[in-house]
């Protein structure tokens, strides 16, 4: 494993083979002392999701006693396919099951066994991440998704039992609407363990850098009131 330089934070980030399912993708993995959980930061097709920012997240989780993992769930190859032709951008058939298979590898790996999972996604990875909660509930703990897609993730929402958090600018009413009525058929048994950020932005919740910086708090927060320890 090789060892990326630092953030400004401390934080040592070692680049990890991850094994998803049949395939094996590139993460980046920082594991502080006395980690309390472990926060699967994913980003499906770089063609629409440019989120550079995951390294502030992965920061901010990291000073939380929380481990993030960076994973691109798409191979290069597969990028420049979806670059000609769109196929995997929006298939979150595809990128759930990755989820799955990165979920199952943490939950055996000596390292990362005793740490409950959290699943972090935007866009249509963002409803890849509900998917992948409701397929395989007994995985996950705890999730955020800023800006999803839920239309993407409509059949399997009665399934999605994890505490989750939803995240969406304030003055884009369609998309609350549908994040609320996502979150009324999630099956989540504390009102407490669900839950609606409608944020003011002008621009995506990626962009504006006072934004980035609340989105980032809320998630970090989200995360350490959720994610203990596997004993």
């Known amino acids: 494993m090789m060892e990326s330089p630092s953030s400004e934070r401390g934080r040592q980030a070692r680049l990890v083979p991850v094994a998803a399912g049949a395939l094996v993708l ?15 930061l994913v980003q499906g097709s770089k063609n629409i999701e440019q989120l550079s920012s995951y390294s502030l997240f992965a920061d901010a989780l990291y000073e939380a006693e929380l481990a ?3 994973v691109h769930l798409l191979t290069e190859d597969e990028e420049q396919l979806d670059s000609q032709t769109q196929f995997f951008r ?12 990165i979920a199952e590898w943490l939950a055996v790996n000596l390292e990362t066994q005793n740490l409950s999972i959290g699943y972090f996604g935007g866009g ?10 409701a397929e395989r509930p007994d995985l996950v703990y705890a999730i955020v998704v800023g800006e999803g897609r839920i239309d993407l993730a409509q059949p399997y929402l ?5 505490p989750t958090l939803l995240m969406v600018r304030e003055n884009d009413s369609a998309a609350l609407q549908m994040n609320r009525e996502a979150l ?10 669900k839950k609606i950020e409608s944020i003011a ?3 995506g919740l990626f962009e504006a850098s ?5 989105v980032v708090e809320l998630t970090s927060q989200w995360f350490a009131q959720h994610l203990e320890p596997i004993v």
């Open 90 to 101: 929006f298939n979150v058939s595809i990128l759930y099951q990755r989820i799955i298979g």
């Open 201 to 203: 932005s002008s621009a």
């Open 68 to 70: 993030p993992l960076l």
């Open 124 to 133: 249509p990875t963002g409803a890849a991440a509900l998917v992948a909660a």
């Open 158 to 162: 009665a399934r999605v039992a994890a």
């Open 184 to 193: 009324q058929q999630m099956p989540i048994a504390l009102e407490t363990n």
């Open 210 to 214: 006072d934004v980035l910086k609340q």
């Open 26 to 40: 590139a993460g980046e993995l920082s594991i502080p002392q006395n980690a309390r959980g472990i926060v699967i």
